[in-house]
């Protein structure tokens, strides 16, 4: 069979994706572990890390111990070798992250929500970052919406950003390495790499949230999007006969108690789990902590049985859902300043 033509340019990149990762994950790595870890040549690994210390990518940190011939030479990540701005999108507020080139969070910031304003005040406010970190390269959007390659299609009472192409707008407007995700795909991902789950872990992370209901779900350790990006809007799931399951879960009339308004909810939950359970039969279902309570649980399972063997159930979890989202995102930015998982 013959073997796609691989650019000499196009190699080296992928080399240094493979160095970059090895050296993120460790801190410092001398030049024999990162050939034993990337599997690749000796003097490749060690031509690629000097080249990378020259263009200040990576730092020269000293000797390793030696094992029995010359010691080899140590590296990190240059933190200050770019600045990435992880920014969550939320009803009443705007959160800005931005963070060096091994990951730490150097700056921190919410501002007024931008969501009912349009995109010109969302702008406005990167803009003010990308003045402020000259070596911005990377951002990465969290958005209360369905995302297709960059552009948010289905947004509710958002009429503004609908249909805006986020990542063609800011990659030509700022220059910077752009990816939009949707919230609850990015708190999925925060959550399982948060718990050090199993890379084949299958999970669903369900919010109710300021914007709808919305779930993030991922399988055998990869998240799910569905043919059209759809996957996770349960908002729209038929779970009762008259009404789907946002109206289930809508602010009840002031005409229910507090007794009725929980059971409801819980009725409501406990059949999704189930849908759930007998469609991706998942290893966990997550619930947001302002949505549910840990006494919660044992209710909800006890719920879910009469419709599907209970044997079949998956563990049930309370988590703050804004600290999965927040590391959600920051890991994002993170794989694209590292060009790790990008095109």
Known sequence: M??????????????RRQIRAVLYRDSVSNTAEVVQKTGISFPTISKMLDEMNDQGEVVLTGLGASSGGRRPKQYRLNADHM??????????????????????????EKLPGVLH?????????????????????????????????????????????????????????????????????????????????????????????????GAG????????????????????????DSHNFSQAVQEPTSAQDGTERRAKLIDAMSRLVAVFTATLNP???????????ERDLADVRKGSAPYVPAANLPSLLVRNWEEDYFHGLNQLTIRTMLGLGID
């Open 2 to 15: 013959k073997l796609p033509f691989v650019q000499p340019k196009m190699m080296g990149e992928m080399i």
């Open 283 to 293: 290893h966990t279902v997550i619930f947001c902590s302002t949505d549910m309570a």
């Open 217 to 240: 779900i991922m399988v055998n350790g990869d998240v799910v999007r569905g043919s059209s990006f759809f996957s996770g809007e349960v908002s729209f799931l038929p779970l009762y």
């Open 83 to 108: 600045a990435g701005l992880a920014v969550a999108l939320e009803k009443d507020y705007s959160s800005y992250a931005v963070l060096n080139y091994v990951g730490e969070v150097v700056g921190r």
């Open 117 to 213: 304003d349009g995109p010109e005040r969302l702008t406005e406010q990167i803009g003010t970052f990308v003045q402020r970190y000259p070596h911005l390269r990377a951002l990465t959007l969290g958005v209360p919406g369905a995302v297709n390659n960059g552009r948010v299609f289905h947004i509710p009472d958002y009429e503004k950003f609908k249909n805006l192409d986020f990542k063609g707008l800011y990659e030509e407007r700022f220059s910077l390495r752009v990816q939009v995700e949707n919230d609850m795909n990015a708190t999925v991902l925060g959550y399982h790499d948060r718990s050090g789950d199993d890379q084949n872990r299958s999970l669903v992370y369900l919010y109710l949230g300021q914007n709808g209901p």
